[in-house]
C-alpha cells in the first residue's frame, strides 16, 4: 500500500458545490485540507451528470454560490436556468478565481476512512492505496451521485452502447441515425427524452410510472434583466433562506378546502403559468397533508397533461394515478409531452408489458422484442445513502457506517452520526439539504460545520461526537416531521423505494429549511451540549 504519510487537519470527500465551498472556508480559516474528488476536475452533479438537457430547475440566481460579491458581480447567467455545461463553467470559475484547484486530488476514489480511538484521527485510503490522516473527514459525496440500474437479466449481453444518465460519455453523440431506448421517465429521463427527441432516429421510452411534468418556462436572460438580477441578489437568497425549501417559492398559507372553487382554480392557473417550481413549492400548504387538497392539484395537473396530448389511450399511460402531484419529485419539462406525437418515438408502458431481459440486440418485453444501437438507463440513484455504501466507513469500535444505517439513518442534525467523531456529513441523510435548492442549504451546512471545527480548535478540544440522546431525539423528530404527510405513502427514492432490498424509511428531512437552520443555530449558539467535547 502507497503511503503518502501526509496529515491534514481536514480531508473532504468529493469536490462538488458542497467540497469546493468547504474547502474555501477551511482554508480561510488557516487549516490545512486536501480534498479527494473521483472525477478529472471539481463540479460533483454537474460533472457527472452530461446526459442532453441536463439543466437547473431551480432558478440560476438562487442555486449560485452566495458567499462572495465579486463572484455575483462578475457572473451572468444566461438562462433563467441554467443548462450543465455552463454550470459546470461557473463551478470551474470559482474554483480557479479561489485557487482551490491546488488543493484537489482529481481521479481519486476512496475506498476506506477509519477512525483510531488513541490517536484521535482519522486515516482514509483511496483506492490506489494512497493514506492520509486527519483530525476530521468531511463527506461531501452528494446525495444524488450513486447510480442505480436495475438487475436486468442479460443486462451483460447486449452489444450495443449502453450506459446510465449519469455516466454519460464525455464526447458528442449522434444520434441522428440511431434506434434508442431510454428505460426510466423521472425528473433526468424527462430532460433528456425531450432533448434528444429533437434529432433522432427511433426513440422507444419504457415508462415503468409516469409522473407530473410541470412546465419549466425557462428563456434567456435579457441585459436589463440582468441588471436587475445583480442588483437584487441579497433578497433573493433572504427570500429563499425564509421559505420552507430554499427555493423563491413559498408555500400559500391557505387550506386549498378553505377557498372557492373558482379562487383554487385561479391559483393553479397562476401557478402553472410561473416558472420552476411554483405549482410545487407556491401551492396551498395542505396538498401534501390532506388528501382531498392533494387530489384536487392532482386533477388540475391530469387535465393539464391530457390537453397537450392528441391519443386519448396514450394521454391516460402519461397521466399518474398511483400517487397524488408533489409526492414524489416533480420533473420540469419543456416540450415533453410533445415529443410522444412524434411519429419516431414509442412509449411502452412496463405495467402492461414487463421487461423480460436485455438480449444482444435489444430489449425483449413480455410483449414484443426491440432492437437498439443504444440503450440509456435513465433508472435513477440510490439516493442519500447510497455513496456512503461505496466507501467502508468505520468508527469506534471498528463499526461501520452502512451497517449502522442498514435499516435507515440515524444522525444528529444530518450533519454527524453517534460511535463516528469528528465526521460531518454534509449533505447527508436527515439533514435539511436534502430537500432543499441544494447549494442554499449547501452554505448553511459548510458554514456550521467551520464554524465547530474553529470553536473545537479555539478551545483545544480534538475529539466532537454526537451524543446518543441527541441522535435518538434527532431521529425523532425528522420522523415527527413527515409523520402526517402524503410523502410516506408513497412511493418514491423519498423513501428508498426505488432500490430493491433497501429498508423502506424516511432519509430527508422534512421540517423545512428556517426550522432546521434554528436547530442547527441553537446547538452551537449553546456551546454544542448535544456533544460530548473532548480534549
Known sequence: MANSGMKYDAVIIGAGISGMYQLYRLKNLGLSVKVFEAGSDVGGTW???????????????????????????????????????????????????FDLKKDIQFNTRIASASFDVNSCKWT?????????????????IGALSSPYIPDFCGRESFKGDSWHTSQWPKRDIDLSDKK????????????????????????????????????LGNRPIDENTQRDIKKNYASYFEKCKNT???????????????????????????????PGFALWLANFHDIFSNREANDLVSDFVRKKIKEQIDDPVLAEKLCPTDHGFGLRRVPMESGYYKVYGQDNVTLVDLNET?????????IKTRAESFDFDLIIYATGFDAVTGAFKHIDISGEGGQKLKDKWVDGPSTYLGLTSTGFPNLFTLVGPHNAATFCNIPRCIEQNVEWVTDCIK?????????????????????EHVYDSVADSLILETDSWFVGANIPGKKRTFLQYAGGNPLYR?????????????FLLER
Not at 462572495?68 to 478565481?97: G, I, M
Not at 433526468?188 to 409522473?211: C, H, M, R, S, Y
Not at 414487463?354 to 435489444?362: D, N, Q, R, S
Request: hydrophobic share 35%; glycine share 6%.
Open 455 to 475: 470553536y473545537l480548535k479555539d478551545n483545544k478540544f480534538i475529539k466532537i461526537s454526537a451524543k446518543l440522546s441527541s441522535e435518538k431525539s434527532w431521529t
Open 518 to 530: 434554528e436547530k442547527c443555530d441553537e446547538e452551537a449558539s449553546g456551546g454544542y451540549k448535544g
Open 354 to 362: 414487463p421487461i423480460e431481459k436485455i438480449t444482444e440486440t435489444g
Open 180 to 215: 434508442v431506448g431510454v428505460i426510466g421517465t423521472g425528473a433526468t429521463a424527462v430532460q433528456l427524452i425531450t432533448e434528444i427527441a429533437k434529432d433522432i432516429g427511433n426513440l422507444t421510452v419504457f415508462q415503468l410510472k409516469p409522473e407530473y411534468c410541470v412546465p
Open 47 to 97: 460533472y457527472w451528470n452530461r446526459y442532453p438537457g441536463c439543466r437547473f430547475d431551480s432558478e440560476s440566481y438562487s442555486y449560485c454560490y452566495s458567499f462572495s460579491e465579486e463572484v455575483l458581480d462578475e457572473w451572468s447567467w444566461s438562462e433563467h436556468f441554467s443548462a450543465q455545461p455552463e454550470t459546470l463553467k461557473y463551478l470551474q470559475y470559482v474554483a480557479e478565481k
Open 124 to 140: 482514509t485510503i483511496s483506492v490506489d492505496g494512497t493514506a492520509v490522516t486527519s483530525d476530521f473527514l468531511i463527506t461531501a
Open 244 to 274: 420552507w425549501g430554499s427555493f423563491l417559492h413559498g408555500f400559500d398559507e391557505r387550506s386549498a378546502l378553505e377557498v372557492s372553487p373558482e379562487e383554487r382554480e385561479e391559483l393553479f392557473e397562476k401557478l402553472w403559468a410561473e
